[in-house]
Nanobody
Framework: QVQLVESGGGLVQPGGSLRLSCAAS????????MGWYRQAPGKPRDLVAT???????NYADSVKGRFTISRDNAKNTVYLQMNSLKPEDTAVYHC??????????????WGQGTQVTVSS
């Protein structure tokens, strides 16, 4: 069974920075795309950023120029560097990965989430 474990959330003042990490663990699996989604209270879960295994990235318009997604394929880990944080970035951030044990059938996995709060 594969698990995604996030870390790095917390409380930060507006204009500050945080770095989120998410590591996939388990046995005998392959990962294609990875990414981050976020969910604020009373709102749906929205895409923040995704990255392919080859490093092609995609960002929500609201975070372009402020957030950077990256990954270390050897460590099965994805990162989200968040700069110039705003109060509206406050949400639970969930890691996502598309994973296969066989190479032919892919399943979406989600982490439990890490809270990011931007407030003075």
């Amino acid at each position: 069974q594969v698990q995604l474990v996030e870390s790095g959330g917390g409380l930060v003042q507006p204009g500050g920075s945080l770095r989120l990490s998410c590591a996939a663990s388990g046995s005998s699996f392959s990962i294609t795309d990875m990414g981050w989604y976020r969910q604020a209270p009373g709102k749906p879960r929205d895409l923040v950023a995704t990255i392919t295994r080859g490093g092609i990235t995609n960002y929500a318009d609201s975070v372009k120029g402020r957030f950077t997604i990256s990954r270390d394929n050897a460590k099965n880990t994805v990162y989200l560097q968040m700069n110039s944080l705003k109060p509206e970035d406050t949400a639970v951030y969930h890691c996502w990965a598309r994973i296969s044990a066989t190479g032919s059938f892919w399943t979406d996995y989600w982490g439990q989430g890490t809270q990011v709060t931007v407030s003075s």
